[in-house]
């Protein structure tokens, strides 16, 4: 059983520096989150390979416009990153062809990705996908993102879910330093502004 922490202790405000190629950024230590009347952030501690993650609750009303957000400061001469999320690995339930995020830097073009639709017992993909996810117990996928024009250095990644029960726990920008590991790297400095 898993427990949901106090939002009142949830107050974001987290900012990110890049150093080795790299931001790896824990989902509990967001910049920003919105939501609409009814729906709220929560940080389910411990879930995941390290520190905790985030949710929109309840699962059982429309996600709308909900999102939350993580500040970075990043090196200049870049045009784009590869972002890598991880998410934990919920089944299909909502939406039988999979559950839907949105991420994209404020200011450049966002992408939408499906990242579950094969996490079913369809004969083609329980030994495939199926069971290989579930002993893993989290889904990562890697989107190539543009960034924007920025002038101090400092970049804000939208993250949306399309669908309830979308669990964030860890979002790495890999700019040439990301070596995958089994708990995705060290999370990078930061300080709360």
Known sequence: MFRISDPANAIGGYVFTGKDGYVAMEAPHYFECDASEGMEWK???DMGRTLGG???M???RPVNEASVSYKMKLPEGMDGVKVIVVLKSTLAFHNKDGHKYSIGFRGAESKTVNFNKDLNEDPKNIYTVYYPTVARRVIENETELQLPVSNDGYYTLD???LD?????EKIIVDFGGYKKSYL???ESKC???
Do not use: G, H
């Open 43 to 45: 940080i389910i501690p």
């Open 54 to 56: 985030v949710t929109l």
């Open 58 to 60: 309840p699962y059982t």
């Open 159 to 161: 993250f949306k879910p």
């Open 164 to 168: 309830p029960a979308v669990v964030l």
């Open 184 to 186: 995705y790297m060290d």
């Open 191 to 193: 300080e709360r502004k």
